[in-house]
């Protein structure tokens, strides 16, 4: 079984409609990211929780909210979906700080598609 | 704030060829350097990092040398294989300030290797 396991892995939905990404790890870890991948843009960063009760704005939170449900669960919403919220769409992990040795784990992402 | 700016692809290779993706930063202090690969389908995963100048990640050929004074990661493997086509993103984690714990990702680079 995957470490950080996303759900649903694709996902279609119309403009305006709420739409929920569910993230789920076995790490152990406490720290979760979510980040959207987009073609020529990489991987940007949305909201990141370093514990339960800590829960950060990224580089592009607008439209978007998270709740960390618990150590091992960490959930995206899109409150009201858009067509260029039309990414892949990746929950990541990781155990302390990234600056030192430690490293991001990822799931095997969403892909979302806004009509 | 932070930045990382990798070579325009795609890079497409034959087999045994040797491969360069060219990365550069701008961060404040010293930040930590990444490569991660993402294989088709799946999330990124980290192939290699330095955490200080002068340092050399490696893993699987792959190398990277932290160049502070031209402020490069450039990454390098001198025979590449068929199962090496994947997408390569450089990463940066800074060590303080807003940027403390999270990486800030280059654009992506799309490798196609060719028999």
């Known amino acids: 079984d995957a470490d950080v396991t996303q759900t649903p892995r694709n996902r279609i939905t119309k403009t305006g409609k709420r739409i929920m990404l569910e993230c789920s790890q076995t790490k152990g870890h406490d720290r979760m990211y979510w980040y959207r991948q987009d073609p020529g843009l990489g991987l940007r960063l949305i909201y990141y929780s370093f514990d339960v009760k800590d829960i950060n704005k990224g580089e592009i939170s607008d439209g978007y909210s998270v709740s960390r449900q618990a150590q091992a669960k960490f959930s995206l919403s899109l409150e009201s979906a858009i067509p260029n919220q039309t990414a892949l769409y990746f929950c990541a992990t990781s155990a302390g700080v990234l600056a030192t040795n430690e490293k991001l784990f990822f799931g095997s992402g969403t892909q979302l598609s806004v009509l | 704030g932070n930045s990382v700016t990798q070579m325009e692809g795609p890079v497409t290779l034959s087999e045994e060829a040797f491969l360069t993706i060219n990365c550069t930063y701008t961060?404040?202090?010293?930040?930590?350097l990444f490569w991660y690969v993402q294989y088709p389908g799946e999330g990124l995963q980290l192939l290699l990092k330095a955490t200080k100048a002068d340092d050399k990640g490696s893993n699987k050929g792959f190398e990277a040398t932290y160049r502070k004074e031209t402020t490069s990661f450039h990454l390098e493997k001198g025979s590449v294989q068929v199962s090496d086509s994947a997408v390569y993103f450089c990463a940066l984690s800074a060590p303080g300030g807003t940027s403390y714990g999270k990486l800030t990702f280059g654009q992506g680079t799309i490798l196609t290797v060719h028999p």
């Open positions: 961060a404040t202090g010293y930040p930590s």
